[in-house]
């Protein structure tokens, strides 16, 4: 009973730091971003008529980018809501063409500014639309885009969307290779270690820990596209040898 009782305050405890954390990050986030909202839309709106086509262009681009990081940031922060399992989907018909554009105009910059260059390989088999929630499909790949880029400094990040391999094991998820579609993003960075390639996908668990570290980010990333991959029916995979890159499918 005294063991009972010790393990539900570490619980509560663990929870407390959680719902801190998250309230804290939400709140760091928000208040930078809020800035470059409002000074992206007041440059996009060119008042002063001192701005040429191409930078109204660029400042919208940030202010409308902005706006997308916002709405997931009031999401993503929300762990226990993922968790719960009290995400609605919204499933349509998601033309892979829009999809792809979407996520070149995206990682354009961060590509041109790494000097990496972003390579998309769409089968020819695959009919030209997906049925699936846009958004949250769109949620997954840009975490996984913008983690692929974090870690690769040469060379580059390839997107290859096709039919899963007929051997492929979907047991996780139920899926039929013959029917579904395999989403692979592969980086030529760091790799992970075999012994690390489970924890990466826990909340607030990171492969490149400590404060010392030379790769950011929160450490949710991975575990929110595990849970949304799951709500829409699928799976994440990865494959990853140290040194030589990774793939999460």
């Given at each position: 009973?005294?063991?009972?009782?010790?393990?539900?305050?570490?619980?509560?405890?663990?929870?407390?730091?959680?719902?801190?954390?998250?309230?804290?990050?939400?709140?760091?986030?928000?208040?930078?971003?809020?800035?470059?909202?409002?000074?992206?839309?007041?440059?996009?709106?060119?008042?002063?008529?001192?701005?040429?086509?191409?930078?109204?262009?660029?400042?919208?681009?940030?202010?409308?980018?902005?706006?997308?990081?916002?709405?997931?940031?009031?999401?993503?922060?929300?762990?226990?809501?993922?968790?719960?399992?009290?995400?609605?989907?919204?499933?349509?018909?998601?033309?892979?063409?829009?999809?792809?554009?979407?996520?070149?105009r995206v990682f354009k910059g961060?590509?041109?500014?790494?000097?990496?260059?972003?390579?998309?390989?769409?089968?020819?088999?695959?009919?030209?639309?997906?049925?699936?929630?846009?958004?949250?499909?769109?949620?997954?790949?840009?975490?996984?885009?913008?983690?692929?880029?974090?870690?690769?400094?040469?060379?580059?990040?390839?997107?290859?969307?096709?039919?899963?391999?007929?051997?492929?094991?979907?047991?996780?998820?139920?899926?039929?290779?013959?029917?579904?579609?395999?989403?692979?993003?592969?980086?030529?960075?760091?790799?992970?270690?075999?012994?690390?390639?489970?924890?990466?996908?826990?909340?607030?668990?990171?492969?490149?820990?400590?404060?010392?570290?030379?790769?950011?980010?929160?450490?949710?990333?991975?575990?929110?596209?595990?849970?949304?991959?799951?709500?829409?029916?699928?799976?994440?995979?990865?494959?990853?040898?140290?040194?030589?890159?990774?793939?999460?499918?």
């Amino acid at each position: 009973q005294e063991q009972l009782r010790l393990k539900a305050q570490e619980l509560e405890a663990a929870s407390r730091y959680k719902s801190e954390f998250l309230a804290n990050m939400s709140h760091e986030l928000r208040t930078p971003l809020n800035s470059i909202l409002i000074l992206s839309q007041l440059l996009g709106q060119n008042k002063t008529g001192n701005l040429g086509e191409k930078q109204i262009e660029s400042a919208k681009a940030i202010h409308a980018s902005g706006t997308d990081l916002l709405r997931l940031i009031n999401e993503i922060l929300d762990l226990s809501k993922v968790e719960a399992g009290r995400i609605e989907l919204h499933v349509e018909e998601l033309p892979f063409s829009a999809m792809i554009s979407d996520l070149q105009r995206v990682f354009k910059g961060m590509a041109s500014e790494k000097g990496v260059r972003l390579v998309v390989d769409k089968s020819a088999e695959l009919p030209e639309a997906l049925l699936t929630d846009g958004h949250r499909l769109q949620q997954i790949l840009r975490n996984l885009l913008s983690n692929a880029f974090k870690f690769t400094d040469a060379g580059a990040v390839t997107l290859t969307i096709s039919r899963p391999a007929p051997d492929a094991d979907l047991s996780a998820s139920g899926l039929d290779p013959a029917t579904s579609v395999a989403l692979a993003v592969r980086d030529m960075g760091i790799g992970i270690p075999k012994e690390k390639q489970a924890t990466i996908f826990e909340a607030f668990r990171q492969a490149d820990g400590g404060t010392s570290r030379k790769y950011g980010g929160t450490g949710l990333g991975l575990s929110i596209s595990r849970e949304l991959a799951k709500l829409l029916g699928g799976e994440i995979q990865l494959e990853s040898i140290e040194g030589q890159g990774a793939t999460f499918t």
